[in-house]
């Protein structure tokens, strides 16, 4: 029984080391033993390792493999062959002091415990770290004291993936061979060895073109492809050279190799130099399993390793021995051609079994037993979505997502179209020029002296003659007045008042004179974040001070309507749940992402005109000196209010403060009043929400459907390209409904798509855990 030992390096050579995780099974087996321990950082076994194949092995001039580039050497050749012999010493030195580390003697003790010398032992090094390739593994001391050990090189990912061929048994082994530009070197003896392979057919392609291999990895199953000539790897792209004035990359040629894979391609050899670029990409296509060259090969070498592994493979040695005995046969070539037999690698997809020379002659079908339906698995997405739905939503319910939850709702709004302003609006600023130009000892602690109010009385006539429809004043008389004028103006039914009252963020008191059918409250709903997203408009009650129940703006929408034959009552809305033919929902304990507010008197979201500014603007000067256009206060609610910065005007936060900055506290009314109004009479949707069940139910739909994103893609590009997507589609979605008026969670179903996807990939990747939920 063949050991398969599994060593995956995670990090880098020269800077961190690396992380080490060790698996030993029998072949074909899952993992009976796991281990994990480390390898240190070595940067002179790096420095060696370059120095060695750049500077001492690739001088010796031979005959290589590889497009000659007219590269002139000095020195001996005595001399270069026993520099390079000493250097490879050196580095099998460098080399097992490197493994020979304190934190990976762990790993190596228990190898040497749980294996036996005789046994025949695959190791697979996996590693993102590609100089590692160029390392002679097989010098390790563990090797010398296993010497039925052979190392190939793994990816360090990979799918699984069924392949099929032609059904039927097959008498002959198929072979294609490619020749390709031999410029001095010789592939003859390439040829003489596969036409003498007992029980193949081989189809020899002599310097194609580019086409012509294409046509017959496409047209013809293939169990083996075979190239000779010359190859090199630049950067991290193998490159073979097909003929005199052609040169191919894996990439082109990537859909014709992955026709031939799902033929049942088994093996490619590449019989060329420096062929480690080509192993690279040929691992994203799956071959079971590749033989490549570590570095320049002599021509001699090459021919030398094909004769022998393929004899032996013929012969009915397994894969690994046959590799390892041809590979070790070179050495006896070294005294002409040093590290010969450090050049032939294997590179192995980790999930395939090493083929034999008879098992080639067999379809392959995957075995019935292994066959899972397409189902399989969705059992474990299913339950991983209804336990990361229901943690969501119970931290949910805790609070901890709310301020999150209110964020995303801010951006969302932020998101929507812009609008225009609301023309039937018109402002009147109490400016900060206003107020300095009234002195202090006239003025006192008010915003408007005396004087100031008489002006005020001006502008309001003359507000009068341009057929205003109703105007509010959002500037507090608190004191009783002795200016009969006035007072009697204080009685006119078309004019409202502002007043607070009594909460936390303090109360004042309106005049006496005006009657208290005048009198709407201003007071704010603020959220934690001092944002303000709700609007109070009725109570359910009326205060002793500031005797009215009815907001200063629902006041104003409803004399304007009132006016136009139009009836509206704060009371019926509470009934109903609509504002004439808009559904209005009322605020509770737990609206939208909202948990546990104080949901007292009659809130609605307050959904704000997506506009920098909401009204045309007068400061009061402009009205007194007659400098305005008269159609901008014809049919016009005329919101009155100071603005000035000295006086106490606190600018209000908004979800639109990170895009406008903060805004008055007459343009917050302004926005309150165009929200009513433009319900009641535009049919502009009222800011609704979804039920609690309903919210339940969207966010674990978005954890199904991250969870069967995870079981779908188990490719991390895949798998994270996919759950992109998700969240694209799961705000485009939100930022929808919004637009209707619907608000919906964006947050929770997020975090639900994120964790499912995470938490199923995981418990897919854990073999353990998903060995308990096939069963």
Not at 89 to 109: C, G, H, P, V, Y
Not at 374 to 396: E, F, H, I, N, P
Request: hydrophobic share 40%.
């Amino acid at each position: 029984m063949t050991k398969l030992i599994t060593l995956k390096l995670t990090g880098d050579l020269d800077a961190i080391g690396f992380q080490v995780f060790l698996e030993i099974s029998n072949d074909g087996d899952r993992p009976s033993i796991e281990e994990t321990g480390q390898l240190p950082a070595a940067p002179e076994l790096l420095t060696q390792l370059e120095t060695h194949w750049l500077e001492k092995y690739r001088p010796l001039s031979a005959p290589y493999r590889i497009k000659s580039k007219g590269i002139e050497y000095s020195g001996s050749i005595q001399t270069r062959l026993k520099d390079c012999q000493e250097s490879g010493k050196t580095l099998r030195d460098r080399l097992n002091q490197w493994l020979d580390a304190e934190s990976f003697r762990d790993i190596d003790r228990l190898l040497r415990q749980q294996l036996k010398p005789d046994e025949d032992i695959r190791v697979l090094i996996r590693t993102n770290d590609a100089r590692l390739h160029k390392l002679p593994w097989h010098l390790w001391n563990f090797c010398q004291s296993y010497p039925n050990t052979e190392i190939a090189l793994s990816p360090p990912k990979f799918q699984r993936r069924e392949r099929f061929s032609s059904t039927g048994g097959r008498q002959k082994i198929r072979i294609l061979a490619i020749l390709g530009h031999r410029g001095d070197i010789d592939v003859e003896g390439d040829r003489q060895t596969l036409n003498n392979l007992p029980g193949a057919e081989v189809e020899f392609l002599d310097e194609p073109t580019r086409s012509e291999i294409n046509d017959q990895l496409w047209d013809q199953p293939w169990d083996i492809i075979f190239f000779a000539g010359h190859s090199e790897t630049e950067g991290d792209e193998g490159r073979i050279h097909i003929n005199p004035t052609e040169s191919l990359t894996i990439d082109e040629l990537w859909y014709a190799l992955r026709k031939a894979v799902n033929q049942g391609l088994q093996v490619a050899i590449f019989n060329s130099c420096d062929g480690l670029g080509l192993a690279r990409r040929l691992d994203d296509l799956q071959i079971p399993i590749t033989i490549v060259m570590r570095e320049l090969i002599p021509d001699q070498v090459a021919h030398a390793f094909l004769t022998h592994f393929l004899e032996g493979f013929a012969d009915g040695k397994p894969f690994y021995r046959a590799v390892r005995e041809a590979r070790e046969r070179l050495q006896g070539m070294e005294n002409q051609f040093p590290c010969a037999s450090w050049l032939p690698v294997v590179c192995q997809h980790p999930w395939e079994d090493p083929p034999t020379w008879q098992g080639l002659l067999t379809p392959l079908t995957p075995p019935p037993s292994k066959t899972s339906p397409w189902w399989q698995g969705l059992g474990t997405v299913l339950v991983a979505s209804v336990l990361v739905t229901s943690l969501v939503m119970g931290v949910r319910s805790l609070g901890w997502l709310e301020q999150s939850e209110l964020n995303a709702y801010d951006h969302l709004l932020r998101s929507r179209p812009a609008e225009t302003m609301d023309e039937r609006l018109l402002l009147v600023e109490i400016t900060e020029d206003d107020v300095q130009s009234q002195p202090v000892s006239e003025r006192g602690a008010a915003s408007l002296s005396d004087q100031a109010l008489e002006k005020l009385l001006s502008v309001l006539s003359i507000l009068e003659q341009y057929n205003y429809s109703v105007i509010g004043l959002q500037v507090f008389l608190e004191s009783e007045s002795n200016n009969s004028n006035l007072r009697q103006l204080m009685q006119e039914p078309n004019i409202f008042y502002a007043c607070i009252f009594p909460s936390s963020a303090g109360v004042i008191s309106p005049s006496p004179d005006i009657p208290d059918t005048n009198l709407g409250f201003t007071n704010l709903v603020v959220d934690s974040d001092h944002v303000i997203r709700r609007h109070l408009f009725a109570l359910r009650g009326t205060p002793k001070i500031c005797s009215t129940d009815i907001s200063l703006g629902f006041l104003l929408v409803k004399k304007y309507l009132n006016d136009r034959g139009i009836s509206l009552h704060y009371q019926e809305i509470d009934e109903t749940n609509q504002l004439f033919n808009t559904p209005l929902q009322l605020i509770d304990q737990s609206t939208g992402g909202y948990q546990n507010i104080d949901d007292r008197g009659l809130q609605i979201m307050l959904n704000y005109r997506n506009t920098s500014q909401i009204a045309h603007k007068l400061t009061l000067n402009e009205v007194l000196n007659n400098d305005f256009d008269p159609k901008r206060i014809r049919d016009r609610i005329v919101l009155i209010g100071t603005t000035a910065p000295s006086f106490g005007d606190d600018k209000k936060r908004t979800p639109y403060e990170s895009r406008w900055g903060e805004i008055s506290g007459l343009e917050l009314q302004a926005h309150m009043v165009s929200q009513i109004l433009s319900a009641a009479l535009d049919s502009r949707p009222l800011i609704s929400w979804w039920s609690l069940p309903q919210i339940i139910l969207w966010t674990w739909l978005w954890s199904l459907f991250g969870g069967l994103v995870a079981w779908r893609w188990r490719s991390p590009l895949y798998l994270g390209l996919a759950t992109t997507v998700g969240i694209i589609v799961l705000f485009s979605l939100c930022r929808f409904f919004l637009i209707q008026g619907v608000w919906v969670p964006l947050v929770p179903a997020a975090l639900t798509l994120l964790i499912a996807s995470v938490t199923v990939a995981l418990l897919f990747s854990n073999r353990t855990i998903q060995r308990f939920f096939e069963v």
